[in-house]
């Protein structure tokens, strides 16, 4: 007679699991290995993106600065404008 064959189903998953741990390290090995290619290494290079960056920020804050002084012109003129609507009245 013939020996059934079964697999455990613990085992099984646990292999699966294996499987899966080994695959996802490899992807992540690749990963970190493409990145390291892509990244610049050249200080003239990033020391250009730096002072873009801090130009790109310069401009933002010298942005909200203006708009901040344009809505308190107007609150001040709506202000001024209300009183004198009050005075002539």
Request: net charge positive.
């Amino acid at each position: 007679m013939p020996k059934k064959f079964s697999i455990n189903p613990k085992a099984q998953a646990a292999r699966e699991k294996e499987v899966e741990k080994k695959e996802s390290a490899k992807i992540k090995k690749k990963q970190k290995e493409e990145e390291e290619y892509w990244k610049e290494t050249d200080k003239n290079v990033i020391s250009k993106q730096e002072r873009q960056r801090q130009k790109e920020q310069e401009e933002e804050t010298k942005r909200k600065k203006q708009e901040e002084k344009k809505m308190l012109y107007e609150s001040e003129m709506n202000a001024i404008e209300s009183s004198m609507n009050i005075n002539i009245n």
